[in-house]
């Protein structure tokens, strides 16, 4: 078993700037774990650390049952990625490729064997005479895959790799690499500062604020039941609408969100969970998939005037401003039309709705439906 564990694990630079701080974080072996937040939030320092390239100021980490903390980075037996590929212009793929294993003195015979494995699986053959020079983004960015599988490690790091490529070659290679992971079933610990990467290729991320781990779960999971405000305002895009609101008691609906013209009463079942913030302030969780252009059963109605409509070819955003002054997103069917400034009748799921502690920005926890 190659679990990788971090304990407790801190980066401090001089004079006192803590890049990360008391980070906890158990990757399983054979994992797809991606590290998720803002630039500056401390997840490629992190990497860093894994791999050896930053010294832990204080904490433990452990790859299975060894404490690796000091331990040089070539013995660790883990390969990274770097976001610009790092491959050594002057060098034919071939020769990239096998750059490790020439290192490590590995007999010609196993070099040329694992070259051409890892060429074929990543589809480079064609291009092992080349230099990087003469490649595209998207075929340096395999050489720099095929450098680390190469190796055979325990574990890959990827620090934003798919970063470089634009939109169409990206969504490509996010699909390559699940297969890639999938066929040769090492750990995968991938950087990233973008959603959708985190919500398509993780079997679990780990999101990141301010050099701490804010949460940890599965992609849907932590989209469902965000662990605060942060991460509902950071994972998906367009992000969850976060309104200042009141919870506030109706003889006849029982407790409703309020604010401005907006008064979402809370499904019966949520009441008993949300009761204690009985006429206190909350803030207010929406998703933009959770309303509607057209009539809901069961949901709740309320107007907002246009602000701009978003036509994305499969989908439309809506973006509109409510009594109050707030603005919030809507994704709604792919034919929504609407010009700026009229006002538009929306309709919410109010079963999807999340409250949030204004003072602490912890999510209340609710029944799960």
Known sequence: MSDINLINVNKVYPPDVKAVEDVNLHINDGEFMILLGPSGCGKSTTLRMIAGLEAITSGDLYLGDKRINEVDPRDRDLAIVFQNYALYPHMTVRANLSFGLRLRRRPAAEIDKRVKEVAGLLGIEPLLARKPAHLSG??????????????????FLFDEPLSNLDAKLRASMRTELVKLHRQVGRTIIHVTHDQVEAMT???RICIMKDGRVVQVGQPLEVYRNPADTFVAGFLASPPMNLLEARLEADELTGL????????????????????????????????????????????????ARVVAVEALGP??????????????????????????????????????????DPETTLAIPRPQL
């Open 201 to 203: 290729m993780g079997q």
């Open 138 to 155: 998207g075929q340096r960015q395999r050489v720099a895959l095929g450098r680390a599988l190469v190796r055979d490690p325990v574990a």
């Open 256 to 303: 409703v969100a309020v604010h401005g013209g907006l008064r979402l009463p809370v499904p019966r079942e949520f009441e008993a969970a949300y009761g204690a913030y009985t006429n206190k302030p909350v803030i207010l969780g929406i998703r933009p998939e959770d309303m509607y252009s057209q009539p809901l059963v069961g949901g709740t109605s309320f107007d």
């Open 315 to 356: 989908e439309t955003v809506l973006v509109s401003e409510i009594a109050g002054g707030a603005e919030v997103a809507a994704r709604l069917e792919r034919g929504f039309g609407a010009r700026a400034g009229e006002v538009q009748r929306l309709f919410v799921d109010a079963r999807q709705l999340q409250l949030f």
